[in-house]
RNA sequence: GCGCCCGUAGCUCAAUUGGAUAGAGUAUUGGGCUUCGAACCCAAGGGUUGCAGGUUCGAGUCCUGCCGGGCGCACCA
């Protein structure tokens, strides 16, 4: 159950019970700042005051006379202008926490609308590694749709990889050209990079070879067969190397579907728009427009008749609205592409394709080195994904043999990929995603503070308590727990208000929201830690702490999983 | 020039979308392991929320104008 959304139902019938005139008035619980106001706290009663003409004070009590408190609240108060504090029962609160103890779903309702939702994230080109620029797109992708599919809904999550574009005239040109004399390697993409180097660089001064390219393009794309192959092969040298780093990055796609998926689509999506009234000849082109010019023009045919972007992303909509019906198509991309999806948005409304349909940008910022600009090497290149997770796994690795020597080599190793990979995670997911993320390898990998390492640290210690407490039917009972620490009580609360985080999060894919939560959970349980002795204190005492541990670490455990971050029992 | 985003503690970020005394981490300082894992805990200091107005019971949040930064804006994706 969401306790903040339970409330917020009983206070708004006590306001439409007291107010008929104002039964529209949001009820506006919240979790209280401060423990001395209470768990929640109602703030209805001053802005009812005016829209009434009445005393905020005395429409709170007349809120108040009309609340329901049944076995869940206690008595509550009114403070300073108008604020209703309101105060969970201790009874309550025992009771709900055995019921959640024996629930898989650790309280957290399944959604009562399950919606189809298309994820659009990932997307590198193909041809070229992954570096660090394709590393949030991923992260924050998965993780919205673990959360989406947790709740219920069906999740369609697509990787719309860059596989088509002018490049391929010059790809295959000086494969033809250049790939006698490069050797074959272990790697076949990076060949293919090196390969694809000397090409630019005679481009750059033979005008030949780049009418070569220039043919070669216009084969592939007419369809000739040999040429088809040749990019087909270079797809799947492309693939197999983003699927070995989605592999290590924990990441799922139900589909691939790139850029070349839509190319049949292309010309008839230009003709729709021209016949519709919505895009027209300009300069040689075709572009939609806005009379209004609320949007700048959007071109989606150039004047040579070759297509755009902007015509494969309104073909990849209609296709995605056409094959799943979603209710949402959510797409995950770098912040500068704002404009392009509004542009892209508005378009599709106006065709028509997409009615009925949310269409959500959800955009993040630009990684960027401690100095505040972009990642890169010494050489100016973006530093490679590949580097970027092994240079995190190695210092989580270090870390582990100086912390626990005791450990085999083979647990080191498996322990330092999941406490390396998941610092990335959670430095990135762990903060509002829209803002340029600041990578700094020693804040993000020291292992302390706000970090993956102090959750998965505060698990492996609930794990460690619990392998030795380890007591048959831990979790089958739903007897009431009762807590009498102050730590406790608070701890419980806490692991009352998953709910409430899980849709904080989902409402507006606010990811950091969860990801505080858990943080915020794990630095109450460590200093319940510290002051309730567990596994030495009476027997009916330690039999609720063995309960509160063992749910704890459940929900640690469950909530990081939304965030695609693993555990460990030992580190 | 037009548009979007941003400016909060030395640093990196929150602030439940208009609520009470703006909170965390980090760094600094002091304290805590013969007691369930110290990758931890407890405590202290650190703020004119870029500046100036306005809206109202109440503004980091909303409106206006400045200052500073980032990113976009027709034939790349």
Not at 131 to 136: K, P, S
Not at 162 to 181: K, N, Y
């Amino acid at each position: 159950m969401n306790l903040q959304l339970e409330i917020s139902l009983r206070v708004r019938r006590a306001i439409a019970a007291a107010f008929p005139s104002a039964a529209d008035a949001a009820p506006l619980v919240v979790q209280a700042q401060n423990a001395q106001f209470g768990d929640y706290q109602s703030n209805a009663a001053m802005g009812l005051g005016k829209r009434l003409g009445q005393k905020p004070r005395e429409v709170a009590q007349k809120i108040i006379d009309q609340l329901d408190l049944g076995d869940l609240l206690a008595k509550p108060e009114i403070a300073g202008p108008g604020f209703i504090n309101l105060r969970l029962r201790p009874e309550f609160l025992a009771q709900a926490l055995a019921a959640v103890a024996t629930d898989d779903r650790l309280g957290v309702p399944l959604a009562a609308d399950p919606r189809t939702v298309v994820v659009d994230f990932g997307g590198p080109n193909t041809c070229k590694p992954m570096h660090v620029g394709h590393l949030r797109s991923p992260i924050i992708g998965d993780a919205i749709c673990r959360l989406l599919r947790f709740l219920g809904h069906k999740v369609v999550g697509d990787n719309h990889l860059g596989d088509w574009g002018t490049q391929f005239g010059l790809l295959i040109a000086g494969f033809r050209r250049f790939g006698p004399e490069v050797p074959e390697s272990a790697d076949p993409l990076e060949r293919l990079v090196a390969i694809y180097k000397l090409a630019t660089a005679l481009a750059d001064q033979d005008e030949s070879f780049r009418a070569e390219a220039r043919a070669e393009l216009a084969k592939l794309q007419a369809g000739d067969p040999a040429n088809l192959a040749q990019w087909r092969q270079f797809s799947a040298w492309s693939l197999s190397h983003f699927n070995e780093m989605y592999a290590r990055l924990g990441v799922h796609f139900d589909e691939t579907l790139g850029e070349s998926s839509y190319n049949s689509m292309l010309a008839g999506v230009v003709e729709d728009l021209k016949s519709r009234g919505l895009a027209r000849p300009s300069e040689g082109a075709i572009c939609v427009f806005w009379d209004d010019e609320k949007l700048p023009p959007l071109l989606i045919q150039k004047s040579d008749g070759a297509f755009l972007y902007a015509t494969t992303d309104l073909a990849t909509l209609k296709y995605r609205c056409d094959r799943w019906h979603p209710s949402e198509i959510v797409i995950v991309t770098d912040a500068r592409q704002q404009l392009h999806f509004n542009q892209i948005f508005d378009a599709a409304r106006r065709w028509g394709i997409a009615e009925d349909v949310v269409l959500r940008h959800v955009f993040f910022g630009t990684i960027l080195g401690p100095d505040g600009r972009p990642l890169k090497t010494r050489s100016g290149d973006l530093v490679a994904l590949k580097d970027v997770l092994d240079e995190a796994e190695n210092r989580a690795l270090a870390v582990v043999r100086d912390k626990s020597p005791d450990l085999s080599s083979e647990e080191m190793a498996a322990i330092a990929r999941v406490v390396g990979i998941g610092a990335i995670k959670y430095a990135d997911l762990s903060q509002n995603h829209q803002s340029d993320f600041v990578f700094n390898w020693d804040k993000m990998l020291a292992l302390q503070g706000n970090t993956a390492p102090y959750l998965q640290y505060a698990y492996a210690r609930i794990r460690s308590i619990l392998r030795k407490g380890n007591e048959p039917g831990l979790a089958a009972s739903a007897a009431p727990l009762l807590l009498t620490e102050p730590a406790e009580a608070a701890l419980a609360l806490k692991l009352l208000r998953l709910p409430e985080a899980i849709d904080a999060a989902t409402d507006d894919f606010r990811l950091n929201l969860l990801s505080n939560y858990l943080f915020e959970l794990s630095a109450v349980f460590t200093t319940f830690y510290e002051s309730c002795p567990v596994l030495k204190s009476d027997p009916a005492v330690r039999a609720v702490r063995l309960r509160l541990c063992d749910l704890t670490a459940r929900v640690l455990k469950q909530g990081l999983d939304l965030l695609g971050i693993d555990v460990v029992e030992r580190m």
